[in-house]
């Protein structure tokens, strides 16, 4: 049942920048609770890009050099400044106190250190992220939290004591601009024209905006594992926001650097998508992947690993291949060479087009809107 009333709604994010996964979500989350009529005043340390209509912007000056102490301080000042601005939700989109909703796009901190050396348990910069993190999930804490997948759940339930009712889980909620138009087969030649890729070029295609995590010189390696009459037909067209300096020189290294093309931060992922013939993901840090979903939706056969959280999809649509862990570079390279070499193609598209006709990909904004609301009954 969804309120009549027309909320007062605070959203908190440290940055927002354009094509960010998490900024995204944000825009469109935001967007879904506007569109229901409630005002939505976004507070953060800094923004860039355009300023969607109807939505308050407010930065907070925040004190600090490094990122944890910038948060803190956040932290701090947002308390200050709602306190008596009478919000009937706060909603977070990083971890902080005093949040009624918290969306979960990041993994859990404390899982994450414990694959680390005691000493940093010491550092300023983990008893901030530690106190960050136990605000939201603390058992005593109400916060609701809209949890990407299923696989962080069962951490924060036996470390912190969160209990199971505060979890909701959010489908996907990709864009439907990923769903190949009509006129699909036109645009893979346009937009192919437009790179300067060839035909009967093989297009790898990595969308990501932090290339160490999500695998870059993974991707590279496995390129310059292929024999040489496979590689020399192939692309890899690295799409993203990071500084690609010293992955041209792992390809130069690999002797693949005529193979890797990096173009910066795109507007045009779902075109980009249409023109590939496979998606490479190979992350060693990924709570979702979105990008992966967005490829099946576009009847893109996807290489991935079984770390990230929507990894799941492409098993269950039988829509490419997943590397299991731990992570085995010969694995990956076996992987991409089956992609390119076998018949599998023809099959995983056909896959991934029947999977999606069933899979709810697309309402995430709406749930999470639909949860927001329910805070407020």
């Not at 050099?65 to 910038?70: D, E, L």
């Not at 701090?76 to 902080?96: E, H, P, Q, S, T």
């Not at 390696?221 to 040489?228: F, G």
């Amino acid at each position: 049942m969804k309120t009549t009333k027309k909320l007062k709604l605070a959203f908190c994010l440290f940055k927002y920048f354009p094509f960010g996964g998490l900024q995204v979500n944000f825009i469109n989350i935001a967007k879904a609770c506007m569109n229901r009529g409630h005002k939505v005043v976004a507070y953060t340390i800094s923004w860039e890009g355009e300023r969607p209509e109807g939505l308050e912007i407010i930065r907070l000056p925040v004190s600090g050099v490094t990122n944890h102490r910038r948060y803190k301080s956040f932290s701090k000042l947002l308390r200050d400044r709602i306190r008596g601005a009478n919000y009937d939700v706060l909603v977070g989109f990083n971890k902080m106190p005093g949040l009624d909703v918290y969306y979960g796009a990041d993994v859990s901190y404390a899982a994450k250190m414990m694959e680390r050396s005691r000493l940093h348990r010491y550092t300023p910069r983990y008893r901030t992220l530690m106190a960050l993190e136990r605000a939201v999930f603390d058992k005593d804490a109400g916060t609701r939290i809209l949890l990407l997948t299923e696989k962080e759940k069962s951490f924060y339930m036996d470390y912190y004591g969160t209990a199971a009712k505060r979890f909701h889980l959010m489908p996907p909620g990709i864009s439907q601009a990923c769903l190949p138009p009509a006129d699909a087969a036109e645009i893979r030649t346009r937009k192919r024209e437009e790179l300067g890729i060839e035909t009967e070029k093989t297009l790898l295609l990595m969308v990501c905006t932090n290339f160490k995590i999500k695998g870059v010189a993974r991707a590279i390696r496995a390129l310059a594992a292929l024999p040489p009459d496979v590689s020399k037909n192939a692309v890899l067209l690295v799409v993203g926001k990071d500084t690609p300096r010293q992955y041209n020189r792992l390809a130069r290294q690999m002797k693949v650097l005529d193979q890797v093309r990096f173009i910066g931060a795109r507007d045009d992922v779902p075109h980009l998508l249409m023109a590939a013939d496979f998606l490479i993901h190979p992350a060693s840090v990924e709570n979702t992947g979105t990008v992966i979903v967005e490829a099946l939706a576009a009847n893109v056969p996807v290489l991935t690993t079984d770390i990230c959280g929507y990894a799941f999809h492409v098993t269950r649509a039988d829509g490419g291949l997943v590397v299991g862990s731990p992570f085995d570079q010969n694995e990956l390279n076996r992987a991409l060479f089956f992609m390119l070499t076998s018949n599998q193609a023809k099959t995983w598209r056909a896959n991934c087009k029947q999977y999606i006709e069933h899979a709810d990909i697309f309402s995430r904004a709406q749930k999470a809107a639909d949860v927001i609301e329910k805070v407020t009954l």
